[in-house]
């Protein structure tokens, strides 16, 4: 339980020290520790490292949606200022 914790604090130090870059890991690994958790002793971590790096994933797929979808309102309208 102590190591659990403690690698705990240590994710939540790193992930509030580099905020910038971490969208989705939160949720990912919250979603994925409590999954790994369920499954058996041990997993936890394992889970939530697993969830970061799927919810960074799919934040940086849907970042990339929306900028492209952004560029595509932006076209027409510089068209029509033109």
Known sequence: MRKVLSVGAVALTMAFSAQAYAAGCLKGAAAGGIAGHFVGKGHAVLGAAG?????????????KEDAAQQRAQQAPQQLQQD
């Open 51 to 63: 969830g970061c790096l799927v919810g960074r994933h799919m934040a940086n797929k849907k970042a």
